[in-house]
Nanobody
Framework: QVQLVESGGGLVPPGGSLRLSCVAT????????MSWYRQAPGKERELVAA????????NYADSAKGRFTISRDDAKNTVYLQMNSLKPEDTAVYYC???????????WGQGTQVTVSS
């Protein structure tokens, strides 16, 4: 049974930083592309950042470029999202996603709330 468990969310003032973590179990982690999505109230879920298996390449939403960094530690079955210079518009529930290929079903975590407010 595949499980993705996110952690690291919280309340942070504008300009602050957070590091989200997602631990995966029940899959061969190194073979999966990992992504972070977010969903703000009243909005659709959107891709924030992605990293291929074997950390071959990364991809970021325009809103995340230069501020967020996705990374993975295959030895720990964990993917991270380092978020710097946070803005109120970054407030959302952040979800971890694992996918073996574009033809396979994605797996989702339960989400972790990030609130950027003074």
């Amino acid at each position: 049974q595949v499980q993705l468990v996110e952690s690291g969310g919280g309340l942070v003032p504008p300009g602050g930083s957070l590091r989200l973590s997602c631990v995966a179990t029940g899959l061969t982690f190194s073979r999966y592309a990992m992504s972070w999505y977010r969903q703000a109230p009243g909005k659709e879920r959107e891709l924030v950042a992605a990293i291929t298996s074997a950390a071959g390449s990364t991809n970021y939403a325009d809103s995340a470029k230069g501020r967020f960094t996705i990374s993975r530690d295959d030895a720990k079955n964990t993917v991270y999202l380092q978020m710097n210079s946070l803005k109120p518009e970054d407030t959302a529930v952040y979800y971890c996603n694992a996918r073996y290929s574009s033809y396979s079903r994605p797996y989702w975590g339960q989400g972790t709330q990030v609130t950027v407010s003074s």
